[in-house]
């Protein structure tokens, strides 16, 4: 077995993780100009008003929607008429709003507490008593999520028995956009990592049985904050049909069944699978379903923007190079740091649940408009977070392949690759949002 030993190293990888993503967080807080991070006024205006007593105008979803499309370039993607240091420097009347916790939700998690703001919503909270202007308490946000995403991923790289530099590279580079910002999906990354990184460790046990109360306490709890965190991140749960305590039982089960009750449960199952398909016909059109999946996902002719760069891992500012690049040492590590072997079916049902994430948001975009031969709403940011769902395919191939890395290689590796991108992507932000005066963030 190849692992990274951390003590041989100066800089553990969960310290070199905190120490870049703290820099780099920083200064992509102030070089990317405010409401540009994507969505950014939404859960600005979500993070404000957690703590709010009043809900000023100023502060509702409407108003910082609206300035979040003039700070982004609206439909022109020209940012030449919006005053920055207005945004930073100039007060809003906030119309002496107090302070009051509130707990309402934002439609976005299965539970009717929105818990996915409050980091950002504290942020908000001490900027909003120290400078009352949009851009700082922006700033607020984006600076206590990056805190909260940091000593998060800390501690969940220092206490995997994955290999930790490629955890580094993980969960790094796919989240650069979002590691300074407000937005809801820091507390979702977090929440999903526990759960993937759990599910990773759980494949290596038999049966429940062999499982400590601490492992049951913890995987329990990393099943139920899935339920606090965007909804399609409860898509995930389908890996857990690939445990080998889960569908161990059930194939000795069939072994044991007389040739004629396998029939019978084999007619069964393929009846609810024919009636499951006629429903699902009835209510959303399988026929249609299928031709608009392949018009948006399938056909370069007809998919929109989105579509096309839904499987850019690296920030979509970034010349498709780099993602490339990336994707190949990413595998590259995957196979050669850390060396375990995973049951095919786990192998499988891990692969499957990315796809099955896919097409579950695509079905929840789908049905508000069905009407549509082509929408371009799913881009890769939904995804991005599940490719810890493809380690096990790729560390058998290292298995199968005896490829081993020392650990000077992978750490190298991430070093080098992830440093390089946050370089990029900072230069490129402020180029784009402060010199050229476009959306710093996007492609337009």
Known sequence: MNTTDNRKLKLPAEKFFII???????????????????DEGYHLSYAYNQFSSKHPEVMTTPTLRTLEVEAIGGVTGSTANISIKDTIFKKVDLENDGIRFNLTSNGN???????????????????????????VMDYGGRLANLLFFALCFYFIIKKSNQGKWLLV????????????????????????????????????????????????IYSLATILLLFLAKKN???????????????KPVVTTIKKMKKHTIIVLSTLIVALVIAGLVLFNEKLGLIHFGK?????????????????????????NLPDFFNIIWILLFCWVAMGEFRRVY????????GMTYFINWIGIFAGFYIGQRALSTFDELSGRY????IIFFLPALQNLGAKYNIQLSERTV?????????????????????????????PTGVV
């Not at 995804?383 to 599940?386: A, E, I, V």
């Open 109 to 135: 998690s299965f539970v009717p507490i929105n818990f996915m703001h409050l980091p950002a919503s504290i942020g908000v909270l001490i900027a909003r008593l120290i400078y009352p202007s949009i851009g």
């Open 383 to 386: 995804l991005q977070p599940l």
């Open 292 to 316: 608009v999946f392949f018009n948006n996902y399938l056909n370069f002719a007809t998919m929109g923007p989105n579509a096309r760069r839904m499987w850019m891992i690296t920030p979509m």
């Open 343 to 350: 049951p095919k079916w786990t192998v499988w049902s891990s």
């Open 169 to 216: 590279m993980l969960f790094t580079v796919p989240y650069l956009m979002k590691i300074a910002s407000p937005s809801y999906d820091i507390f979702s990354f977090i929440v999903f990592a526990m759960f993937a990184l759990n599910f990773l460790e759980l494949t290596q046990i038999k049966n429940f049985k062999e499982l400590s109360k601490k492992q049951k």
């Open 411 to 439: 750490a190298n590796i991430a070093k080098v690759s992830t440093i390089t991108i946050m370089v990029l992507y900072l230069f490129i932000v402020f180029y784009r949002g402060f010199i050229l005066r476009v959306k």
């Open 233 to 247: 991140y409860v898509f995930s749960l389908f890996a857990l049909i690939g445990l080998p305590m889960v569908y």
């Open 20 to 38: 870049v993503v703290l820099i780099f967080g920083v200064f992509s807080t102030f070089l990317t100009p405010p409401m540009t991070t994507g």
